[in-house]
């Protein structure tokens, strides 16, 4: 079992600037892709970014140039700096680890983008 927590989730005003984290815990040498997805009111769940083990990342059209994706040196947290935030991004941000054969999502963190 892997166990996420996120954290970071704000009220910020448009153009401005947000860094969520995500710690992780439990088999944590099981991790294999780690990446954070939003789900805004009304909508589905969608994928932000993910890095793979090896560091290789992987960006969603809305939010490549403005959002970086990066793990920290345990790889047992993984981080998603955001800038030039808008009122689109407004949403409950997830965190995800993968591992061979489970996928494992942390409760969520809320991004709130004000005009």
């Known amino acids: 079992q892997v166990h996420l927590v996120e954290s970071g989730g704000d009220l910020v005003q448009a153009g401005g600037s947000l860094r969520l984290s995500c710690a992780a815990s439990?088999?944590?040498?099981?991790?294999?892709?780690m990446g954070w997805y939003r789900q805004a009111p009304g909508k589905q769940r969608e994928l932000v970014a993910t890095?793979?083990?090896?560091?290789?990342?992987n960006y969603a059209d809305s939010v490549k140039g403005r959002f970086t994706i990066a793990r920290g040196n345990a790889r047992t947290t993984v981080y998603l700096q955001m800038n030039s935030l808008k009122q689109e991004d407004t949403a409950v941000y997830y965190c995800?680890?993968?591992?061979?054969?489970?996928?494992?999502w942390g409760k969520g963190t809320l991004v709130t983008v004000s005009s």
């Open positions: 995800n680890a993968r591992t061979i054969g489970s996928d494992y």
């Open positions: 439990g088999i944590i040498f099981s991790i294999n892709d």
């Open positions: 890095i793979t083990r090896s560091g290789n990342t």
